[in-house]
């Protein structure tokens, strides 16, 4: 069985200030996908990342996909009350007759005014 | 665009009862899934379907059925209600393998008494 394990946990902060997420694992992966989820609502797909080394930029968003693929990170800047939510990775394998996704637990952030 | 509807949004259940979540797409996505979603433990696949008259058990199928006799709807079916099946239930879609980036609805709360 292939884990993700995400940290922090939960994570609260004031407007403005950076941080960053983790989504580790020692299983490779072929891609790995970013949600962000609002209270009653859905995940929502924010970036997929494929390729060992790379980094996608959405606005104040920053993505890595470890060299090896077998861990990814977040990094928000400036962070601002709109960026508050439950972050989740998921890891993917593409070929053969697995059709599964692997989340992590998640990432609870608020970021407070 | 409606992408993936959920119904009911919220349902309270006695133990023993049985019910049928619904699940629609219209974006005529091949892969469809349903997953739980309970605190602390993040989305957990039930059953999946990679088409149409396909299904296969995900990581924790005990207890719901499903069946996909059309591409659009795949139904979750509870057949004798435990408390234990009180989550948040998400269905989600992709375009045609199960690693694709996935379409959530916006998920039925159900407790189960």
């Known amino acids: 069985t292939q884990l993700l394990e995400q940290s922090p946990q939960f994570l609260s902060i004031q407007e403005g200030e950076n941080l960053t997420v983790y989504c580790n694992s020692s299983?490779?992966?072929?891609?790995l996908q970013w949600y962000r989820q609002e209270p009653g609502e859905g995940p929502v797909l924010l970036v997929t990342?494929?390729?060992?080394?790379e980094v996608k930029k959405l606005k104040r968003l920053t993505f890595q996909f470890g060299d090896a693929r077998k861990d990814s990170s977040l990094h928000i800047t400036a962070a601002q009350p709109g960026d508050t939510g439950l972050y989740l990775c998921?890891?993917?394998?593409?070929?053969?007759?697995?059709?599964?996704?692997?989340f992590g637990k998640g990432t609870l952030l608020t970021v407070n005014p | 665009n409606a992408g993936v509807t959920q119904t009911p949004k919220f349902q309270v259940l006695k133990t023993g009862q049985s019910m049928t979540l619904q699940c629609a797409q219209d974006?005529?996505?091949?892969?469809m899934s349903w997953y739980r979603q309970d605190p602390g433990m993040g989305l957990r696949l039930i059953h999946y379907?990679?088409?149409?008259?396909?299904?296969d058990q995900g990581e924790v199928p005990n207890g719901y059925n499903v069946s996909r006799s059309t591409t659009e709807d795949f139904p979750l079916r509870l057949l004798s209600a435990a408390p234990s099946q009180t989550s948040v239930y998400f269905c989600?879609?992709?375009?045609?393998?199960?690693?694709?980036?996935?379409?959530f609805g916006d998920g039925t709360r159900l407790s189960i008494l």
């Open positions: 989600a879609s992709s375009k045609s393998q199960g690693w694709q980036p996935q379409h």
């Open positions: 299983s490779v992966f072929s891609s």
């Open positions: 990342v494929v390729t060992g080394g």
């Open positions: 998921a890891g993917a394998n593409s070929g053969g007759s697995n059709y599964k996704l692997t």
């Open positions: 974006m005529n996505h091949e892969y």
């Open positions: 379907s990679v088409g149409a008259g396909i299904t």
